[in-house]
């Protein structure tokens, strides 16, 4: 088992910035692909980003060039580094682990993944 804590949520204004966490324990050993992903009220939840144990990252395109991705495997965390933030990023952000590998920036359906954490809330405002 893998538990999940998501924290650094918040509210921003229009191109504001936040640095969400994602602290994991227990088997860590067994999360081969870590994501963010992020559900909106009346929405479906989305990937948002994903890292491999290789390091190799993919975004969704609503993303690209805005949020990186990234891990301290010392410690045991996913950081999501938001920046130029939009009101449609508002949204609650979960983490989430898999045991399968996506590596190579493969990407795994959200079905994939085995872990979730309850999530932090990013809210965007105009």
């Known amino acids: 088992q893998v538990q999940l804590v998501e924290s650094g949520g918040g509210a921003v204004q229009y191109g504001g910035s936040l640095k969400l966490s994602c602290a994991a324990s227990?088997?860590?050993?067994?999360?081969?692909?870590m994501a963010w992903f992020r559900q909106a009220p009346g929405k479906e939840r989305e990937g948002v980003a994903t890292?491999?144990?290789?390091?190799?990252?993919t975004y969704a395109d609503s993303v690209k060039g805005r949020f990186t991705i990234s891990q301290d495997n010392i410690v045991n965390t996913v950081y999501l580094q938001m920046n130029s933030l939009k009101p449609e990023d508002t949204a609650m952000y979960y983490c989430?682990?898999?045991?399968?590998?996506?590596?190579?920036?493969?990407?795994?359906?959200?079905?994939?993944?085995?872990?979730w954490g309850r999530g932090t809330q990013v809210t965007v405002s105009s």
């Open positions: 227990g088997d860590t050993y067994g999360s081969n692909c």
């Open positions: 989430a682990a898999s045991r399968i590998s996506c590596d190579n920036g493969a990407t795994l359906p959200r079905t994939w993944y085995h872990y």
């Open positions: 890292i491999g144990r290789d390091g190799s990252t």
